[in-house]
């Protein structure tokens, strides 16, 4: 079954290196989406004050699986290296983080659930454009938001620029709901936790750090055993 969250990648009040980490990330993360079959729309990006960076970026995610996805990634992110705009900073951890926006309440647009109501168009001085009902109101019954359009002497066509705008403006409604709901968890995003990443990455290439086998402790019992031979 699938299933929408609403991410995003922040940088916090972190430097130029940390908005240089997220739009890093970003590109793994989205690389990451592609076995999980994780469909992706941007909803909202900030960039950062240098080229190729990024302050805060909203991502919507939508299909199966986002949740399993998602525990290898909500969290801090921790990348080690060197900076590229302070050559003489010693500093080599910097944090970003990624949290999931929870409280906004996703809806689809379905043009198909739009009501119509036709009415005679009017014109200047109260005059009828003409004495047919060419004027459209369309109407989102979920949101009660509604556009009127008398532009043309054609009901059909002013019935299919009503549906244009008023899917613009519900795109734009959704927009100013996610904005607010990033406001009520901004504090949490500035304060990003430094230690216990999730996800640690080294280096100018981003390599995951993994762990080095090195069979220390089997060439030593091997040793030990030849000695008792």
Known sequence: MKTKR??????????????????????IFLKELAPEIIEY????????YE??????????????HIDQFLKNWIGTILWIGTSTFR???????????????????????????????????????GQHVNKVSSAVRAICPI?????????????????????ERLVSKLENYQMELLKKDTKNEWQNLLNVQRGNPIRTFKGSDFKKN??????????????????NF
């Open 6 to 27: 609403i991410i995003q990648i922040t940088a916090g009040r972190g430097p130029n290196e940390c908005t240089q980490v997220v739009a890093k990330i970003l590109k």
């Open 41 to 48: 729309t941007i909803l909202n990006r900030v960039n950062g």
């Open 51 to 64: 080229n190729g960076t990024i302050q805060t970026i909203t991502i919507q995610l939508e299909g199966t």
């Open 87 to 125: 050559k003489n900073n010693k500093r080599k951890n910097w944090f970003i983080a990624i949290f999931e926006i929870t409280n906004t309440v996703l809806f689809t647009i379905n043009t198909n659930k739009f009501i119509f109501q036709t009415m005679r168009s009017s014109g200047a001085g």
């Open 143 to 163: 949101t009660g938001l509604s556009v009127t359009v008398q532009d043309t002497r054609s009901q059909h066509q002013n019935k299919k620029i009503a549906i």
């Open 210 to 227: 993994t762990k080095i086998k090195t069979y220390k402790k089997q060439r030593n019992l091997l040793k030990q055993e030849l000695r």
